[in-house]
């Protein structure tokens, strides 16, 4: 398995991904919020750019059907249902709804990698079932940390080198990694006994803290802790578990 890891999305292209399974990752918070949404029942969560668009999408769906969420700078965008804090999307707030989701950083990657042949959101929350499902389709793969402001995070990277750990120790797949994909397996063998502290130490994490999400960090840290396979199908951001019955 060809595994190419991107520190940050800005320099990812259609031709990077054609074909390939891609695995977008935004662990402080929108992969994390994602995961909840869907575990909480929500029918889908549309990823968009800018809270315009956002907005224009939510008008054409309903309000009956559709729900605002998202942040920026960490905080909910004005006049949108939800911020971006996990905790929000409760059965109550997203059940049979879809989701218009708006972040800074994570939610815009997705129409980049659209035209790939599989593409899933991953945090630490769900990194098992999406591990699972990369090792069934055999598929080389993309891995996008989304990072922050266009800059490195520690906590995507951290992320992205567990999905390779995985594939490779727990699932003995043999893989030829570049570069920024060696650094991301390095960086998390070497903090593997600390991934809270780590994603708590990073620039994203320190920032959530000082703005009282620190309870997010606790959330978006339990490895494994739920069980949905994010899949974008026509735009929408769906539980392929439930889809498939699993
Ligand atoms: C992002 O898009 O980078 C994050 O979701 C931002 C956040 O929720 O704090």
Redesign the pocket.
């Known amino acids: 398995m060809k595994i190419d890891l991107f520190l940050t999305a800005g320099t990812l292209t259609k031709a990077d991904v054609k074909g390939k399974a891609v695995v977008i990752i ?1 662990v ?4 994390t ?1 994602i995961c909840a949404a869907l575990e909480n029942g929500a029918k889908g969560i549309i990823p968009v750019d800018g809270p315009g668009q956002a907005g224009e999408i939510w008008t054409k769906i309903g309000p009956d059907t559709a729900i605002l969420a ?2 920026r ?2 905080v909910k965008i004005e006049n949108f249902s939800l ?3 996990p905790g929000e999307f409760t059965a109550e707030a997203v059940a049979e709804k879809l989701v218009i989701m708006s ?6 990657i997705f129409e980049k990698a659209a035209s790939a042949k599989l593409v899933l959101a991953c945090g630490l929350v769900n990194i098992g079932t999406v591990v699972d499902r990369l090792v069934e389709t055999g598929l080389d793969l993309v891995i996008v940390c ?4 266009g800059g490195f ?1 520690i906590e995507d990277t951290l992320c992205g080198g567990m999905i390779i750990d995985l594939l490779e120790r727990q699932h003995e797949v043999t893989s030829k990694l570049n570069d920024a994909a060696s650094l991301a397996r390095l960086l998390y063998r070497s903090n593997q006994e600390n991934v809270h502290d780590t994603i708590a130490s990073g620039e ?1 994490g320190q ?2 803290q000082e703005i009282g ?1 620190e309870a ?1 960090l606790e959330t978006a840290s339990r490895v494994d802790s739920i069980d949905v396979l994010p899949v974008l199908t026509e735009g929408r951001l769906v539980n392929m578990n439930d889809a498939e019955g699993r």
């Open positions: 935004d402080l918070r929108s992969s919020s998202g942040e700078d960490g911020g971006n804090s972040t800074t950083n994570g939610t815009p989304s990072g922050r402001n995070s994203h920032y959530l999400f997010d």
